[in-house]
């Protein structure tokens, strides 16, 4: 036999009755998670208080127990809103500290609520229901980026770009049409981040540690209350997976991958050497030694936090591969990057959908970079193809009508007939409606093509689809 563990007089912890030594305080510190967790003090009351009712209503607790769990609660959540609660690192975490604050107003009923769970379905359910708030604000930030994007894409649904491969010029598109490619993308970002809602909204309470509960627990009615879809259906895989967490880091980072192409564009493009737009003074800084400098940081800082986001997506999958079911400690360290991917993202779209109004356009430069691009020599291909030319040999023509403008410095549109047709004899007057870089872009009359009309019909779909989700 041996003797019980002597009670230590300092720092008296929920769980310190099994323990004959205090932690030193670097241990205390290492291990507490307080200071960053005590962001979901409001989901940790919420899930409690769906906690305590369903103990009562399965006669686990009394009425009066969870009455005086309530008007605790209350007074809690006001002082976590007011920013007057004292929290205390001796308390390790969220849950105790609220646990024992409450026990502190209300007495023995607060010490009655832990009845029948663990902080492990505890925290697993506190990050589910942050997360959920989470997500319902990225999705509204993303449509509020949307609309801008296509008020601009609508001024400029007609405005001829230079269209890049291999950063070069390759074809006519229209800037609108430009734009509404990154309109696709996070119209994708926005349904992964749906898609991870649905998969996460799943209730871990009822789990209790790792095994589930001896008590007569009502899980449905638990996950009623708090408005998730339905229960984890294995109690271990309940407490122990952050799949949701990596899930949600998965889709940050894809959104901030998308921004950051985009950013990548605006630098490029608000280049002197390029000069396709400037952007508003309010998202640039300058130089401290160069005074002509006006420098892109907003968007070169998106494209550098979206490493930091990515960072926090491999963190989590790097957390969770070596873990052994059920609960471990480890799990403590999702909170940091799920929070940080979570902030960087909401005030990456906040500040983009303001950015987006701030870019201003210049149409002269991009179409001057267009005629020295010989951006519609597809055109004159494809015109010798429509005229009977099989497409290889058409190319091949271009090709030589490409080198020969090129020696002489102009453009093919600026070649006489008689020029052109040193080339092919099938090329005829009506060359020159293809050639113009309006003619290339009416010409791709399809959807999903570069077509102005096709431009504006795609921002009336896109516009539609945003009214119904919003
Ligand atoms: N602070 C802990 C976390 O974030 C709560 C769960 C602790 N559970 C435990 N058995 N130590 O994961």
Redesign the pocket.
Known sequence: MTEPPQQNDSGHKAWSGRFAEPVSDLVKRYTA?VSF?RRMALQDIRGSLAHARMLARQSIISAQDLADIERGMEQIHGEVARDEFVWNLDD????LNIEKRLTALVGDAGKRLHTGR???D??ATDIRLWLRDAIDEIVELIAGFQRNLLDLAETHAATPLPGFTHLQVAQPVTFGHHLLAYYEMTRRDTARFADCRHRLNQLPLGAA?LAGTSFAIDRGYVAKELGFDGVCENSLDAVSDRDFAIEFCACCSLTMTHLSRLSEELILWMNPAVGFIDLADRFCTGSSIMPQKKNPDVPELVRGKTGRVVGSLVALLTLMKGQPLA?N?D??E??EPLFDAADTVRDTLTIYADMITGISVKPEAMRAALAKGYATATDLADYLVKKGMPFRDAHEVVARAVRAAEAAEVDLADLTLAQMQAFSALIGPDVFDVLTVEGSLAARNHVGGTAPAQVRAAIARARSALGKTT
């Open positions: 998670s967790d390790e975490d969220v849950h663990s902080r492990n505890q925290v540690a609960y400690k799990n403590q999702d909170k």
